[in-house]
């Protein structure tokens, strides 16, 4: 498994390479208080400006509290960023996680095999509701191009896709790049829209995911309605209403992901344009 990290310091994200600096270690706890140290990974490798890469030990499924070391310069005191939490395995295909769902429902950790599975099949329902509505899909797909030679020019970003000579009808993100010494570089590209790093995406499969388990008998943290009060002879039974559409607390709509919804366009069927003079107007460009 490999987790990309990109350091913070300061309060801003850095690259502690060009100072000198490296991302040297990562300890997984099994708790927020990291205490109980799990395992360790290290050093990072740079995949670009300000993004390293750790290649994970392999652990238990379930919720880890992290903890990445790095100096920020060349001779600087070692750093210590607890900011991350990962919950593992990572590389499953989802937007989110059953440890996330679980929180979401209130279900204490860790979580046995039975409700991971259970928590698996709800997210999996949820995010397939997002890739109806959307039309397409919310993982993106790896693409490796070998001796790639950027499009140089004063102000390059190789962490931009125009650097490059890669097209592709769909969003594009650089992963990665790795030169290869002779001017040429190995690039990693990102094709699709890529729903993980998009929190409202992961807000809707999250909520939508821990309501249905919610609602579902025998599902994990089952509650059916959420009950307000009980007469003393358990006579009557009140529940509380759910907030509508637009209020704190209300679960998100499939609408409010429309941004990121695949527009399609079909050209017009028009009679021909007569050649100008005779046209009505002239054509683009005279």
């Keep these: 498994m490999a987790f990309d990290y990109k350091p913070m310091y300061g309060g801003a994200h850095y690259d502690p390479e060009p100072a000198g600096g490296q991302v040297t270690n990562l300890s997984l706890y099994d708790g927020p208080d990291r205490i109980t140290l799990v395992a360790g990974a290290g050093p990072a490798t740079r995949l670009r400006a300000g993004a390293y ?11 880890y509290w992290a903890t990445v070391t790095f100096t920020p310069s060349e001779g600087a005191q070692p750093v210590k960023d607890q900011s991350v939490r990962l919950d593992l395995p990572l ?13 979401e429902l209130g279900v204490s950790l860790p979580l046995t095999p039975e409700q991971r599975d259970d928590l698996l099949t709800a997210i999996r329902k949820a995010q397939a509701d997002v890739v109806a509505y959307l039309g397409q899909p919310v ?3 790896l693409v490796t191009r070998t001796a790639l030679t950027p499009y ?7 962490e931009n896709p125009e650097s490059w000579p890669f097209e592709v009808d769909d969003l594009v993100q650089v992963s990665a790049y790795r030169p ?28 939508h995911a821990a309501e249905s388990e919610r609602l579902r008998p025998g599902g994990v ?7 307000s009060s009980v007469s003393a002879e358990g006579q009557s039974i009140s529940y509380e209403s759910e907030p509508t559409t637009g209020q704190a ?3 998100p709509t499939l609408d409010s992901l429309s941004r990121w919804k695949r527009r399609l366009f079909q050209p017009l069927n028009r009679p021909a344009r007569p050649p100008w ?9 005279r």
């Design 53 to 63: 890469r750790f290649t994970l030990p392999d652990v238990p499924p379930g919720r």
């Design 91 to 103: 590389g499953l295909g989802l937007v989110t996680s059953p440890e996330a769902v679980a929180k």
């Design 139 to 141: 993982v993106p797909q």
């Design 152 to 158: 140089w020019r004063r102000d390059e970003d190789l």
């Design 180 to 207: 290869r010494g002779d001017g040429t570089y190995d690039v990693d590209f990102l094709i699709g829209l890529d729903g993980a790093a998009i929190d409202p995406v992961v807000r809707y499969v999250t909520t």
């Design 221 to 227: 943290g089952s509650q059916g309605r959420r009950v």
């Design 249 to 251: 607390g209300a679960l």
């Design 277 to 285: 003079p005779y046209s009505s107007t002239r054509g683009r460009g």
